[in-house]
T-cell receptor, first 115, second 114 residues
Framework: DQQVKQNSPSLSVQEGRISILNCDYT??????FLWYKKYPAEGPTFLIS?????DKNEDGRFTVFLNKSAKHLSLHIVPSQPGDSAVYFC??????????????FGTGTRLKVLA | KAGVTQTPRYLIKTRGQQVTLSCSPI?????VSWYQQTPGQGLQFLFE???????NKGNFPGRFSGRQFSNSRSEMNVSTLELGDSALYLC?????????????FGSGTRLTVV
């Protein structure tokens, strides 16, 4: 059961335009949502996060939007740069009965920013 | 400060063999988590260790095991390797167990089973 889904395996965007990466989830109990960026031959790098009590978080060119009613998360990159070309993973955390948290990752979207 | 270090970077094994992967977390980080990444499956959680104890476990068979040492370094072992175990194995560290925020990942160990 894939609780966090990224339905677009790839996305191409022109340099300078907006990139919008989408993520859907099924569990309404998720506490935190995060985005990671991954370059080939490197581990994922944490990018930005948002608490489930908020609907927007902004950090420079990156903005994450959360629509709880639609169980939908999106990452906006404006303006897109060639260096943003990478695989983007969304992730969600859920609290376990033990009081700890468990991460669940999506399958990733490969973004290609064209110069 | 040094990041998360995983060794070796690449590994080729044959079916039926066993393999041990190593992870050194960021200094001061006491929690280490392991993930398997395969095409189309994303990152799948294997297990998390904190203070030498396994705190969380993913949905993987018992052939996958791990341990953590007193210096927080962790090892992951896969026995009786199968072709489907070929993947990138990532280790992530965090200051405490069950971390809710951004993990720091290593570059991974690419395991190929032939």
């Amino acid at each position: 059961d894939q609780q966090v889904k990224q339905n677009s395996p790839s996305l191409s965007v022109q340099e300078g335009r907006i990139s919008i990466l989408n993520c859907d989830y099924t569990n309404s109990m998720f506490d935190y949502f995060l985005w990671y960026k991954k370059y080939p031959a490197e581990g994922p790098t944490f990018l930005i996060s948002i608490s489930s009590i908020k609907d927007k978080n902004e950090d420079g060119r990156f903005t994450v939007f959360l629509n709880k009613s639609a169980k939908h998360l999106s990452l906006h990159i404006v303006p897109s740069q060639p260096g943003d070309s990478a695989v983007y993973f969304c992730a969600a955390t859920t609290q376990l009965t033990s009081g700890t948290y468990k991460y669940i990752f999506g399958t990733g979207t490969r973004l290609k920013v064209l110069a | 400060k040094a990041g998360v270090t995983q060794t070796p970077r690449y590994l080729i094994k044959t079916r039926g063999q066993q393999v041990t992967l190593s992870c050194s977390p960021i200094s001061g980080h006491r929690s280490v988590s392991w993930y398997q990444q395969t095409p189309g499956q994303g990152l799948q959680f294997l297990f998390e260790y904190f203070s030498e104890t396994q705190r969380n476990k993913g949905n993987f068979p018992g052939r996958f095991s791990g341990r953590q040492f007193s210096n927080s370094r962790s090892e992951m072992n896969v026995s009786t390797l199968e072709l489907g175990d070929s993947a990138l194995y990532l280790c992530a560290s965090s200051p405490r167990a069950g971390f809710n925020y951004g993990y720091t990942f290593g570059s991974g160990t690419r395991l190929t089973v032939v």
